[in-house]
T-cell receptor, first 115, second 109 residues
Framework: DAMVIQNPRYQVTQFGKPVTLSCSQT?????MYWYQQKSSQAPKLLFH???????NEADTPDNFQSRRPNTSFCFLDIRSPGLGDAAMYLC??????????????FGAGTRLSVL | AQRVTQPEKLLSVFKGAPVELKCNYS??????LFWYVQYSRQRLQLLLR??SRESIKGFTADLNKGETSFHLKKPFAQEEDSAMYYC???????????FGAGTQVVVTP
């Protein structure tokens, strides 16, 4: 059973055309993360939400925004995609707060192509 | 500075041979380390974490604070172990992870 679901699996957009990626979770976890993973590289954290508190990484470009309307859903908005934004985008969740149980559960990812 | 280093991009081993994936970290606090694995066409998933001190799929990893290492080992590699392996360091109380660059393991018969 998929617990972290990302839609769509593949997304094609045009240079400069805004795009939104979606993540939902059935785990009722407090924390949701968005990572960018380029080919042959490690996942790179863009930002995360602890409940409604948004935490941006210092080096995340302003072009990337996020919304979390409720516990289950989190969105990644790319306002003006460039060719360099083509990547796999991973969503993950964790329960947060308890170090013993703090494991991240990943979605299958959305592969974004920019034409 | 927080850093996770996986020096090997690719490890090719024969089935039945031992395999060891190296991971070194740099962290000023008390480290919490993980190994995540990504099999072909599957999502990234937790393999094991140092606080559990358990063996998963025959893999073990011991945290060595003196050497700042968390190497992953398996005495007899199987073909189904072929995957991408990432070492990760938890860097805050919310569970934020810093990933290493990853090691691709290929087990040949």
């Amino acid at each position: 059973d998929a617990m972290v679901i990302q839609n769509p699996r593949y997304q094609v957009t045009q240079f400069g055309k805004p795009v939104t990626l979606s993540c939902s979770q059935t785990l009722n976890h407090n924390v949701m993360y968005w990572y960018q993973q380029k080919s042959s590289q490690a996942p790179k954290l863009l930002f995360h939400y602890y409940d409604k508190d948004f935490n941006n990484e210092a080096d995340t470009p302003d072009n990337f925004q996020s919304r979390r309307p409720n516990t289950s859903f989190c969105f990644l908005d790319i306002r003006s995609p460039g060719l360099g934004d083509a990547a796999m985008y991973l969503c993950a969740t964790s329960r947060g707060g308890d170090p013993v149980e703090n494991i991240q559960y990943f979605g299958a990812g959305t592969r974004l192509s920019v034409l | 500075a927080q850093r996770v280093t996986q020096p090997e991009k690719l490890l090719s081993v024969f089935k039945g041979a031992p395999v060891e994936l190296k991971c070194n970290y740099s962290y000023s606090g008390s480290p919490e380390l993980f190994w995540y694995v990504q099999y072909s066409r599957q999502r990234l998933q937790l393999l094991l974490r140092h606080i559990s001190r358990e063996s998963i799929k025959g893999f073990t990893a011991d945290l060595n604070k003196g050497e700042t290492s968390f190497h992953l080992k398996k005495p007899f590699a199987q073909e189904e172990d072929s995957a991408m392996y990432y070492c990760a360091l938890r860097t805050d109380s919310w569970g934020k992870l810093q990933f290493g660059a990853g090691t691709q393991v290929v087990v040949t018969p």
